[in-house]
């Protein structure tokens, strides 16, 4: 069975920190990792990552890949209240495009 | 990015009816649609994948005759919850895919919640 665990399930912290969010995963058949924010509806997307070593960056966001030891990190630096949110972490598994989802890490950031 | 949109966005009923469930591409023809189940502080669990005019792959465990899926158009799929029971009351989200490949993207709708009294 596809697993993806992400770490720490919450975190609070201030504005103007850095955070690190982490994601593991074992899965048959990967394709690629995504990273979305999810406040109070439907996630949006973030990032895709399909190559191990090749940072993604968006701002003040940015995300990895490490195919051989299986995780991705997702940091974001200056946090701003605006922040706060679950980051769910995806694997993309075989031909059908299956999505499996991490549990999320629920970020809230105070002032 | 690609918009996705549901209807409703909520929805109370009474147990045993049925709620019918829309999601639609706006502005692209989305050749895969998947429908998610999330309950609250729940990561979201995928429920079933469907490809336009062909019927949907469920996941185990989810009863197909319950929760009946269909694309019609490379741009609207729906979700029909049948007899619904309190026990399905949660947050149904669909997501849709341009094409298939490592690069595809989903992009997801803004979730239906559901009440089932």
């Known amino acids: 069975e596809d697993k993806v665990v992400q770490s720490p399930l919450s975190l609070v912290v201030h504005e103007g920190d850095t955070v690190t969010l982490n994601c593991s995963y074992e899965v048959t058949n990967f394709r690629s990792l995504l990273w979305y924010k999810q406040e109070k509806k439907a996630p949006t997307f973030l990032f895709m990552l399909t190559s191990s070593g090749i940072e993604k960056k968006s701002g003040r966001l940015s995300s990895i890949l490490d195919k051989k030891e299986l995780f991705s990190i997702l940091n974001i630096t200056a946090t701003q209240t605006g922040d706060s949110a679950i980051y769910l972490c995806?694997?993309?598994?075989?031909?059908?495009?299956?999505?499996?989802f991490g549990t999320g890490t629920r970020l809230q950031v105070t002032l | 990015g690609a918009v996705v949109s549901q209807h409703p966005s909520w929805v109370i009923c009474k147990s045993g009816t049925s709620v019918k469930i829309e999601c639609r591409s706006l502005d692209f023809q989305a050749t895969t649609m998947f429908w998610y189940r999330q309950f609250p502080k729940q990561s979201l669990m995928l429920m079933a994948t469907?490809?336009?005019?062909?019927?949907?792959?469920?996941e185990q465990g989810v009863e197909k005759d319950k929760f009946l899926i269909n694309h019609a158009s490379l741009t609207l799929s729906t979700l029909t919850v049948t007899s619904a029971h309190p026990e399905d009351s949660s947050f149904y989200i669909c997501?849709?895919?341009?094409?298939?490949?490592?690069?595809?993207?989903?992009?997801f709708g803004p979730g239906t919640r559901l009440l089932v009294l």
């Open positions: 997501s849709a895919a341009h094409s298939g490949g490592a690069r595809e993207t989903q992009y």
């Open positions: 469907s490809n336009e005019g062909s019927k949907a792959t469920y």
């Open positions: 995806a694997v993309k598994t075989g031909t059908a495009s299956k999505l499996t």
